[in-house]
């Protein structure tokens, strides 16, 4: 499956919902769980259409069926649950984009104040280890080697989690940073708001820090592997910062 759209797959997905309900303008997907899979729409309310005709229409949708796993209806409102497929092609799409930024690719940074309480220091932070993993060896071991399994069957040292799906569905760090990727398209809208580019890109760089520090030595992908999250990092957090004026470094 192709990415979509350079990956802003929930900006496609909420175009076609309203398409479904006759609507010229879209409402924002918005998270819907503690996953990464589920969002909710409010396109019924918005467009004064039955919330359950829409989910009708949105599951016999051929446009949909790749995309999408499950819809159904909740007051006002739709809530639907991507497929693994989906989620995969939204953060390749992201990886895959272009970048425009502005970037020192060499020398190392110094200020007078390297801490994590200045959240200017912590995006640039992230990004430097997002750009590190993506293209260094640290996941050499971890791309395309299936995990041992211990006597339970189960994945060692993913603590229950066999496979890239379950971390999807449940709270986690892989869960809250491939939702702060695909949620990212939408509000880095160069015709929004700074402060909702800004939030973006700390919700990014936050479910990184968290996720790249904990994240097992050996994690069974599917296509939804550590350096795809890296990369869809990376450029995410690249293209953010050169809309505001921040200095992506690839070094720190």
């Given at each position: 499956?192709?990415?979509?759209?350079?990956?802003?797959?929930?900006?496609?997905?909420?175009?076609?919902?309203?398409?479904?309900?006759?609507?010229?303008?879209?409402?924002?997907?918005?998270?819907?769980?503690?996953?990464?899979?589920?969002?909710?729409?409010?396109?019924?309310?918005?467009?004064?259409?039955?919330?359950?005709?829409?989910?009708?229409?949105v599951?016999?949708?051929?446009?949909?069926?790749?995309?999408?796993?499950?819809?159904?209806?909740?007051g006002?409102?739709?809530?639907?649950?991507?497929?693994?497929?989906?989620?995969?092609?939204?953060l390749?799409?992201?990886?895959?984009?272009?970048?425009?930024?502005?970037?020192?690719?060499?020398?190392?940074?110094?200020a007078?104040?390297l801490?994590?309480?200045?959240?200017?220091?912590?995006?640039?932070?992230?990004?430097?280890?997002?750009?590190?993993?993506?293209?260094?060896?640290?996941?050499?071991e971890?791309?395309?080697?299936?995990?041992?399994?211990?006597?339970?069957?189960?994945?060692?040292?993913?603590?229950?989690?066999?496979?890239?799906?379950?971390?999807?569905?449940?709270?986690?760090?892989?869960?809250?940073?491939?939702?702060?990727?695909?949620?990212?398209?939408?509000?880095?809208?160069?015709?929004?708001?700074?402060?909702?580019?800004?939030?973006?890109?700390?919700?990014?760089?936050?479910?990184?820090?968290?996720?790249?520090?904990?994240?097992p030595?050996?994690?069974p992908?599917?296509?939804?592997?550590?350096?795809?999250?890296?990369?869809?990092?990376?450029?995410?957090?690249?293209?953010?910062?050169?809309?505001?004026?921040?200095?992506?470094?690839?070094?720190?």
């Open positions: 499956m192709e990415p979509v759209l350079a990956g802003n797959l929930l900006e496609h997905l909420a175009q076609r919902i309203a398409v479904l309900a006759r609507d010229r303008h879209a409402a924002p997907l918005r998270r819907a769980g503690a996953g990464a899979r589920q969002w909710r729409t409010a396109q019924p309310g918005r467009s004064g259409c039955d919330a359950e005709q829409l989910r009708y229409a599951a016999t949708d051929d446009a949909l069926a790749l995309l999408l796993d499950d819809s159904r209806s909740e006002a409102t739709l809530v639907i649950r991507l497929t693994r497929v989906a989620v995969v092609a939204g390749e799409g992201l990886a895959g984009a272009e970048l425009d930024a502005a970037r020192v690719a060499s020398g190392t940074f110094t007078a104040r801490t994590l309480d200045d959240p200017i220091f912590r995006l640039q932070l992230a990004y430097s280890r997002a750009r590190r993993d993506a293209v260094g060896r640290r996941w050499e971890a791309d395309g080697i299936p995990p041992a399994p211990d006597a339970c069957g189960q994945s060692a040292g993913i603590s229950g989690v066999s496979d890239g799906s379950d971390a999807l569905d449940r709270p986690g760090p892989t869960a809250d940073l491939a939702a702060a990727l695909l949620d990212a398209p939408r509000r880095l809208d160069p015709a929004g708001r700074p402060e909702q580019a800004w939030a973006a890109l700390e919700a990014v760089a936050t479910a990184y820090l968290v996720w790249e520090g904990e994240v030595q050996h994690l992908d599917g296509g939804l592997g550590p350096r795809l999250l890296a990369g869809a990092t990376a450029s995410v957090l690249e293209r953010g910062m050169s809309g505001l004026g921040i200095v992506a470094r690839e070094r720190i």
